[in-house]
């Protein structure tokens, strides 16, 4: 295994930090643990063509990704480009020569393009709008990939527990879900996660096993995430506000 570590990116890039890396080639370096990127969400363009990868998850990360360059990797699912579903900047993407890439490369070609309609230019092609609207009808519907719905938090939902983490103490057992939630909700805003000692100063009060005292520690959580969010994430937020209190 080959880990793309945070001291080889500030090299390359000659950077700081790994927030002000905005873009990096590491083209032809044996790479299989590409992790790192989870703590860059200002990359704009990656060039990792020519490496050992084999997922896109990492990269889901990077809300502000412009062009990505993952030819002649290991990617085997299709599915993993739905990682890449949510990052509203991405225009660029070269995926070929990975084994993702079907025989069928027109029905490769346009299911990619119907899981990411906002792309210009798809392995050195250039999308036209004709593309996207026959990727509609032709290209095929994907979900992310069966490993990662075992672990994934959507919509609410969260990683059981096992018998043993149940039968710890009911406070510290909500405490720690509510934290792994917050930090799971900053993770993918491109925050730093909150050390448990100073989440849990704010955790109080109320009795430990009730519905109530958990409704109060995931307010908190989410009051202490909305002062860091710019002008688009507060939207976002906004919006899904609406839709939960309209299906009440």
């Not at 050992?52 to 299709?78: M, P, S, W």
């Not at 393009?113 to 095929?140: F, H, S, Y």
């Not at 937020?237 to 309209?246: E, F, I, S, T, Y």
């Amino acid at each position: 295994m080959v880990k793309l570590t945070a001291k080889l990116v500030l090299a390359r890039a000659r950077a700081g930090d790994l927030e002000s890396v905005k873009k990096l080639n590491c083209w032809g370096s044996e790479l299989t643990d590409v992790s790192v990127f989870r703590q860059m969400p200002n990359i704009e363009v990656i060039s990792l063509s020519v490496n050992n990868i084999t997922t896109l998850q990492d990269f889901r990360h990077c809300q502000n990704l412009q062009e990505l360059y993952v030819r002649k990797n290991c990617i085997a699912e299709l599915s993993e480009i739905c990682y890449l579903k949510n990052l509203p900047k991405l225009r660029v993407l070269w995926l070929a020569d990975n084994p993702c890439e079907t025989a069928d490369h027109d029905k490769y070609r346009m299911t990619v393009l119907k899981t990411l309609p906002n792309l210009q230019k798809l392995d050195n092609t250039i999308v036209t709008p004709e593309d996207v609207n026959r990727a509609i009808e032709a290209g095929e519907d994907l979900k992310l990939p069966e490993k990662e719905k075992e672990v994934l938090l959507e919509n609410g939902g969260r990683r059981s527990t096992s018998p043993a983490d149940q039968d710890s103490d009911p406070q510290q057992s909500a405490i720690a879900v509510t934290l792994e939630e917050t930090n799971k909700i900053r993770e993918q805003l491109g925050l730093k996660p909150l050390p448990a000692e100073k989440y849990t100063s704010i955790q109080t009060r109320a009795s430990p096993s009730t519905s109530k005292h958990r409704n109060a520690n995931i307010l908190s959580a989410v009051l202490s995430l909305v002062k860091e969010l710019d002008h688009e994430s507060l939207e976002t937020v906004q919006h899904a506000v609406k839709n939960r209190l309209d299906s009440f």
